[in-house]
């Protein structure tokens, strides 16, 4: 026997084991019996040869409920505690103004747009990134965290940051954080962000790198760990150049900075 050593800052073992952070925007990689059927709250989870990824929103409740199924076996209810977080508040000391109505034309394009980014999320490409380690897409200061609130003043609160900023020159070239396939390739920039490009990592985990100046690759294209995919820039709503990196399993939005490795 040979003592398993998990010497991640986060690790949860619990049984049957998973790996990784309990905790909101966070996610964790677990295995079972091959023949199980997998479900969280209720609603299916695949998996591959009894390998499989959950992840919990920004806003994901206290609790989750994990059931793992066999043929001939009582079902074995998991109840999993996911740890709250405590989030930045960025106070803006202005009034909050709500986003201008929209004329007629931006409508139509923003509609456009998101049914773009509805169908990449949506592609379930098979890729096996879900089960890598992941690597930063480039390194830099962070400038901007995922889920910090915005308050402006009176205690109105805005939108949450949804991705994790890093602040580098346009040009830099950033690296696909794990392997996948590229589910969406601007060709000319979104109004908010700017040329996005969306990789598809299997399972339903899904990144998203806003604001590019280029892109390297294009959709159908299935990228490994460490490729060039694109440069940083500040196309689409952007006040200066930096990356965007955002991440979703499913509905639910992650916190990149839990995948990949703490920086020095
Ligand atoms: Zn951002």
């Known amino acids: 026997m040979v003592a398993a050593s998990h010497a991640r800052a986060a690790t949860i073992i619990t049984d049957p084991p998973l ?3 309990l905790t909101q925007g966070g996610f964790a990689l677990g295995s079972t019996w091959a023949d199980a059927r997998i479900t969280l709250d209720g609603v299916p989870v695949a998996h591959v040869n009894g390998h499989y990824l959950l992840a919990f929103d920004r806003d994901a409740g206290p609790a989750a409920d994990l059931l793992i199924t066999r043929a001939s076996a009582v079902p074995d209810h998991r109840p999993l505690a996911i740890a709250p977080r405590a989030w930045r508040i960025e106070h803006v000391d202005a009034p909050f103004h709500p986003p201008a109505m929209p004329d007629d ?8 747009e998101l049914a773009r980014i509805d169908a ?9 990134g879900w089960r890598q380690g992941f690597q930063w ?3 830099g200061r962070i400038s901007g965290l995922f889920g910090s609130q915005r308050t402006y003043r009176g205690g109105v609160a805005g939108s ?5 900023d890093i602040a580098l020159p346009s040009g830099t070239i950033y690296n696909a954080p794990a392997d996948g ?10 109004t908010l962000e700017g040329n996005l490009l969306m990789l598809d990592h299997g399972m339903g985990l899904v990144s998203a ?26 196309t689409g709503r952007a006040s200066g150049p930096h990356l965007h990196w955002g991440m979703r399993w499913r509905e639910a939005r992650l916190d990149p900075l839990l995948f990949a490795p703490a920086i020095a």
């Open 105 to 112: 034309a931006f409508a139509a394009i923003r509609r456009e």
């Open 181 to 190: 396939v590229v589910v969406l390739a601007a060709d000319k920039p979104f």
């Open 209 to 234: 790198f806003l604001h590019s100046s280029a892109l390297l690759v294009k959709e159908g294209d299935r990228v490994t760990q460490g490729q060039p995919i694109g440069k940083v820039g500040m």
């Open 120 to 128: 990449a999320r949506s592609a379930n490409a098979s890729a096996e």
């Open 19 to 21: 790996r990784g952070a």
């Open 137 to 139: 897409p480039a390194r």
């Open 160 to 164: 949450y940051h949804g991705g994790t």
